[in-house]
């Protein structure tokens, strides 16, 4: 029930942003987190990637997938970390979506206070 409601509310906005993210969980699965926030964040959905590298075409495939689904004119924003290979995927998808700015997260200890 609540996926249903997160995902009306989702289609019924207007102004998203994507977030994703690669890891692995407790089981040690290679995975990736989607979260869309519009502002306020609401968790998406993740897939096990087992065996399928986390190389920029394959995470620009995966992002691409969620955009669709609610429709990429909507989305303003892309955020990821600095790796290569999630700068490689944003490359990929504002290829095909010019209206997608691509972001890399920033967080207070990636600066230096001296």
Do not use: W
């Amino acid at each position: 029930m609540m996926q249903s409601e997160i995902k009306a509310d989702l289609k019924n906005s207007n102004n998203l942003h994507l977030q994703c993210e690669g890891g692995s969980n407790l089981r040690n699965e290679s995975i990736v987190n989607f979260v869309i926030t519009k502002p306020e964040p609401r968790f998406f959905d993740f897939i096990i990637t087992k065996t399928n590298r986390h190389n920029a075409e394959y995470l620009s495939n995966q992002m691409h997938n969620v955009l669709e689904k609610y429709g990429p004119e909507k989305f303003l924003v892309i955020i990821g970390d600095k790796a290569a290979n999630m700068r490689g995927a944003f490359r990929l998808l504002t290829e095909k979506f010019n209206n997608i700015v691509p972001l890399g997260y920033c967080s207070p200890t990636a600066f230096s206070m001296e």
